[in-house]
């Protein structure tokens, strides 16, 4: 499985942003993914995460509900995971990553539940 991260940027506070994650490979499908973001000097932190095939199962982190939506995309070749930012605030900028895990009816918010990482991209929002 191969993921693909892109769509990052700089933005005001109060802008948004679209990140898209590709995944593709062996029975993408099965996987749920989710993004992650990890700012200077901390922790890498989960931000949303969405369920295998149709994407009827969400879960967000508390920091961001209300203000970002995940979404996927399903086609023959692979998965676009969406990652809608609206309302940012500074304490938004991070390097933000996806991953993804073999959906097991559980949504999970540890990194170490994700056994395929993309590289991040960066968000930057300006005050």
């Known amino acids: 499985v191969q993921l693909q991260a892109s769509g990052g940027g700089l933005v005001q506070a109060g802008g948004s942003l679209r990140l898209s994650c590709a995944v593709s490979?062996?029975?993408?499908?099965?996987?749920?993914v989710a993004w992650f973001r990890q700012a200077p000097g901390k922790e890498r932190e989960f931000v949303a995460a969405?369920?295998?095939?149709?994407?009827?199962?969400?879960?967000?982190a508390d920091s961001v509900k209300g203000r970002f939506t995940i979404s996927r995309d399903n086609s023959e070749d692979t998965v676009e995971v969406e990652l809608q930012m609206d309302s940012l605030k500074p304490e938004d900028t991070a390097v933000y990553y996806c991953?993804?895990?073999?959906?097991?009816?559980?949504?999970?918010?540890?990194?170490?539940?994700?056994?395929?990482w993309g590289q991040g991209t960066l968000v930057t929002v300006s005050s």
């Open positions: 969405i369920s295998s095939w149709s994407g009827t199962s969400t879960y967000y």
């Open positions: 991953g993804a895990q073999v959906y097991n009816n559980r949504l999970y918010s540890e990194e170490q539940s994700y056994d395929y």
């Open positions: 490979g062996s029975t993408f499908s099965r996987y749920a």
